[in-house]
């Protein structure tokens, strides 16, 4: 069983950045694929980055390449989403979440992910 926090959501100004945290519990942390989703009110939760457990290999959603950037820190047992560059419609709330069956590959699909944290919301003013 893996837990997960999230945390660095809050307000900032169209262009500007945020750094989310997502912390676990666990002593195999390395063995997780870990994946960040977002999910606006009334809408699907959707992919937005993965990361493999090494850190090897990352994949990023087409509306969030070259301003997002996904990283880990096994050391800490923390994943991590830079913001760059954002704007309103980055406005929802972000999931991190670990999936347990293959750390050597990323992860597209929520339904390939087991564990999900608890959310944090993020709001650009324009």
């Known amino acids: 069983q893996v837990q997960l926090a999230e945390s660095g959501g809050g307000l900032v100004q169209a262009g500007g950045s945020l750094r989310l945290s997502c912390a676990a519990s666990g002593r195999t942390f390395s063995m997780y694929t870990m994946g960040w989703f977002r999910q606006a009110p009334g809408k699907e939760r959707e992919f937005v980055a993965s990361i493999t457990g090494t850190g090897s290999s990352t994949y990023y959603a087409e509306s969030v390449k070259g301003r997002f950037t996904i990283s880990r820190d096994n050391t800490k047992n923390t994943i991590f989403l830079q913001m760059n560059s954002l704007k309103s419609e980055d406005s929802v709330v972000y999931y991190c979440?670990?999936?347990?069956?293959?750390?050597?590959?990323?992860?597209?699909?929520?339904?390939?992910?087991?564990?999900w944290g608890q959310g944090t919301q993020v709001t650009v003013s324009s």
């Open positions: 979440a670990a999936d347990k069956n293959q750390p050597w590959l990323v992860a597209l699909t929520k339904d390939e992910y087991d564990y």
